[in-house]
């Protein structure tokens, strides 16, 4: 091909060099090397705390390097703030949007500029980039009523105003429908097709070998290799992303499902405030050894599914079952004292609290279940024998019992609540985004331990939006849209289409979800 | 240059600890300065006002006695400071439990036995924890706002005290001035006990740190207050109501801030009138906080604000400084506290200049 021969030849249109930064007691990137060419979708790997945030925050001017280079088309250059990135020409979408629920598309866009543009020619300005993208969006619509796909692409929209000639997206796939990311690819693919480079940051292997020419790793702040991810497999650069071997979840020999232990019936809440979700006539039940999966994008409910089950709000009394029990009317404590146990989805200030203790934080939710309470007062001994258990069993890299919630890194704060409730032996467990931000070597001990639980007898549901860890995790899957869950599928028989049209793949219009699921079947 | 403040993941126990030391002597180095610039003597206004009381002993009785009912609110106020539910009204709980003794002393005035104290005290903690009841419910059920509704109260119990000790509760034989009848000497509690200069009131108060000690560092209950101020929805998860600790914080800090008016009229005045108010439950607030929220650091930090209110008068008479010193003097602890505790749990971080390259560091 002549063009990648010119593009070779051509000066890297981003290159670090020996860039290091360090943060009090971490070395955060260490000597790090990067080259990005024009034209080029360059994935950054590496697990969570390998450096990566850290590295695309010197790039867009947040943080600044302690040593190194970085070096734009050539010249060497100093990124003192965002603002001074976006006049380079660097743009970049954060993982978390940051969007005024209450105001339309073009309003937020235009709080978020540094140049002020009378509103008509924004949004002239807006609809040329949209047209030129083929990207779907009405910059009069209010934010509340869009979808999670749409939201992104408000933040695209603003970074491409900038025709930037670097675009950094951050795991920008993590809230996707199937369908969604396919049509973000397509955007990302025109967007190289014309010039720009990508740094596309992510842990989903699988997308960076569909989408990537190039991609760096890290590994411990440190630059490890630089690959064609279109001649590597998923499984070659995860061990090169951990540095070690990944193991394969193992599903005990001959599990057998038994009775129904788990179950709701006909569950269904009002809404709770402006941007809540009802939940509609809910239905489900999982087996005494089943792992039942919950489907579907952020926002349709799953939160408010979670709090139903855990006991944070009152359900009718026999809408929840536990092994035959009805227990809806039960608050937190009274439901785990019957052997149900839950995580939700944020670890700091719901699942745990950072200000506290290790062992605190197990007292959190142990402290009746595993006798730590008499005459009102907690036995602090058993709460700190119960955390340093924990710490041990599920391998959690902190002092001990004694540090704080706060001082552990995400991951291994994930393993030490997993392990928190894994360890009170529930008879029914149910868990949000077990695996949500967390690197993959402890991903994969979370998933081994929930299988192992399921294997024990616990009747297991797992809401999560990251479909590839429900396909690996369950027995079966349903998908919740819009506060309803769709009917049960059995994991080995489902196709990704179908759940990413249940999903909402077609947003805003329930009926046209039906309709295309409906013809899906039909062929 | 930036200028940053980024969260410390660790808190330093030695800091938290020394950190109300750094505020009093940081109150000492401003005071003396401010009170200089404007014309008095400022390092001996704050000499006569920190340290004549400690030195010399006959001030200790007047310490102790101003101390009694700061630690007593002070301890009440500190669960619900943990839940982050504000009682800003602990003067007027305070009052109420003074009407509340005094309400008993009026219908006992001609009985006698050792059951009238005890009974006084207990209709004054009643009656503190009455005031503070409509802050919770109003809070509770309608999300009124705790910190204005509790110090709203205080001004409906100073028009309480008004137009009881003016009215039905005046005293006949008290040539029409506004107060009740003097306490019978069995509706009295001595003055010092033990042999020592200290009132019965500093007794209770150090007993009860140690069991406030207990319950909020090993009772479930205790555990529950945290988590709902320090992270509501966590504390919904672990099956706490947010709604049980606005309840129950409130009635403590209106019981014990009950108590402590309840005791002042029994050792101290010996009688209820118009000069009553005396500011504790508001500087109760400041020895919360310089305290740590902790019993015992409370303890310390109530005798300290005592000798800040004796050695303001001192300071009145000696360097001739006005009334409002003291105050002044309470209000930087309070600054100065807060401020400290920002750098306790933040780190200050100055940037200088540009980012040193590589080639600078080779």
């Known amino acids: ?523 | 240059m930036r200028i940053r403040l980024e969260k410390r993941r660790e808190l330093s126990r030695v800091m938290l600890a020394l950190s109300p030391i750094g505020a009093v002597v940081m109150t000492m180095i401003v005071g003396a300065i401010i009170f200089e610039g404007i014309g008095y003597d400022g390092p001996r206004a704050v000499f006569e006002i920190f340290f004549t009381p400690v030195l010399a002993s006959y001030k200790w009785p007047d310490v102790a006695a101003k101390a009694a009912p700061l630690i007593l609110i002070a301890l009440g106020l500190t669960f619900g400071n943990q839940a982050k539910v504000w009682n800003i009204g602990a003067e007027g709980q305070y009052l109420l439990g003074a009407l509340g003794g005094a309400g008993v002393a009026i219908l006992t005035q001609s009985m006698h036995g050792p059951w009238i104290v005890p009974l006084m005290i207990l209709a004054g903690m009643a009656a503190g924890a009455l005031w503070a009841a409509p802050v919770a419910f109003l809070r509770n059920r309608y999300g009124v706002n705790e910190i204005l509704s509790s110090l709203m109260l205080v001004y409906v119990a100073l028009q309480l005290l008004n137009y009881l000790v003016t009215g039905p509760w005046k005293d006949p034989n008290g040539q029409n001035f506004p107060q009740t009848a003097p306490f019978t000497p069995d509706q009295r509690l001595p003055a010092h006990l033990f042999g020592l200069p200290f009132p019965p009131g500093l007794y209770i108060a150090f007993a009860l740190a140690l069991v406030f000690w207990l319950v909020m560092s090993r009772s479930e209950y205790g555990l529950g207050v945290r988590i709902v101020g320090e992270a509501p929805k966590a504390a919904r998860y672990a099956g706490y109501r947010a709604s049980n600790a606005v309840w129950s914080t409130m009635l403590i800090s209106g019981g014990m801030a009950g108590l402590a008016g309840v005791l002042e009229t029994t050792t101290q005045s010996g009688q209820l009138n118009l000069g009553f108010p005396s500011g504790y439950g508001f500087t109760a607030i400041i020895v919360s906080f310089l305290g740590r929220l902790h019993p015992m650091g409370i303890f310390l930090a109530g005798i300290v604000l005592a000798i800040s209110y004796v050695g303001g008068q001192v300071a009145q008479t000696t360097v001739h400084v006005p009334s409002s010193t003291a105050g002044i003097f309470q209000a930087m602890m309070l600054f100065f506290i807060l401020a400290s505790d920002v750098l306790v749990r933040r780190r200050l971080r100055i940037e200088w200049g540009a980012p040193k390259t590589a080639a600078a560091r080779a």
């Open chain 1, 1 to 523: 091909m002549a063009d990648s021969a010119i593009l070779q030849q051509a000066k890297p249109r981003l290159e670090l060099r020996g860039v290091t930064k360090r943060f009090p007691g971490v070395l955060a990137n260490d000597n790090v090397n990067l080259k990005v060419k024009p034209g080029e979708i360059h994935a950054l790997l590496g697990e969570n705390g390998a450096g990566k945030s850290t590295l695309v925050k010197m790039i867009y001017g947040v943080l600044a390097p302690d040593a190194g280079e970085i070096l734009w088309n050539g010249d060497p250059v100093q990124v003192t703030s965002p603002r001074a990135a976006r006049r380079l020409g660097v743009g970049m979408v954060f993982q978390h949007f940051s969007l005024f629920e209450a105001l339309t598309v073009l309003e937020n866009i235009a709080l978020g500029l540094d140049a002020k543009f009378s509103q008509r020619e924004l949004e002239a300005e807006i609809r040329r980039v949209l047209d030129l993208y083929g990207l779907k969006l009405d910059p009069r619509r209010i934010v509340t009523t869009l979808s999670v796909g749409e939201r992104q692409r408000i933040e695209i929209v603003r970074a491409l105003l900038l025709n930037p000639k670097l675009l950094i997206m951050d795991e920008p796939t993590s809230v996707l429908t199937p369908q969604e990311v396919e049509q973000l690819f397509e955007t990302l693919r025109k967007l190289a097709a014309q010039g720009c480079s990508i740094l596309y940051i992510s842990h989903k292997l699988h997308e960076i070998i569909a989408l990537c020419e190039t991609a760096t790793i890290l590994r411990g702040g440190k630059f490890v290799a630089e690959c064609d991810p279109r001649n590597e497999t998923s499984k070659s650069m995860a061990e090169l992303m951990i540095g070690a071997n990944l193991k394969e979840i193992s599903r005990g020999p001959g599990r057998t499902l038994g009775a129904e232990k788990f179950a709701a019936r006909n569950l269904s809440l009002p809404k709770h405030g402006d941007f809540g979700v009802a939940l509609k006539d809910i239905s489900f039940s999982v087996r005494a050894g089943e792992i039942l999966g919950v489907a579907g994008v952020a926002g349709n409910g799953q939160n408010e599914l979670m709090e139903a089950l855990s006991g944070e709000a009152g359900a009718r009394d026999d809408a929840i079952l536990l092994e035959g029990s009805p227990i809806g009317a039960l608050n937190p404590t009274g439901r785990r004292a019957r052997g149900l146990c839950a995580v939700p989805e944020e670890r700091n200030g719901h699942a745990a609290v950072a200000e506290l203790t290790l062992a605190l934080n197990g007292a959190l939710t142990a402290r009746r279940r595993m006798g730590f309470v008499s005459a009102g007062l907690i036995n602090m001994g058993r709460a700190r024998a119960y955390a340093t258990k924990v710490i041990g069993a599920f391998t959690v890299k902190a002092l001990g019992y004694q540090s704080t919630a706060g001082s552990l890194s995400g991951g291994n704060l994930q393993k030490f609540i997993m392990g928190r409730e894994i360890l009170q032996e529930p008879s029914a467990i149910a868990v949000s985004q077990p695996t949500w931000g967390v690197d993959a070597g402890a991903a994969a001990a979370i998933r081994q331990a929930l299988v192992d639980l399921a294997s024990r007898g616990c009747a297991i549901l797992v809401i999560s939006s990251d479909l590839d860890e429900l396909l690996e995790l369950c027995d079966s899957l349903v998908v919740i849209n819009l506060g309803s869950l769709s009917r049960v599928m059995k994991v080995g028989e489902v196709s990704i289409e179908e759940i990413g049209l249940l999903m909402g793949g077609v947003h805003g219009d329930p009926q046209a979800t039906v309709e295309m699921t409906e013809a899906l079947h039909a062929h």
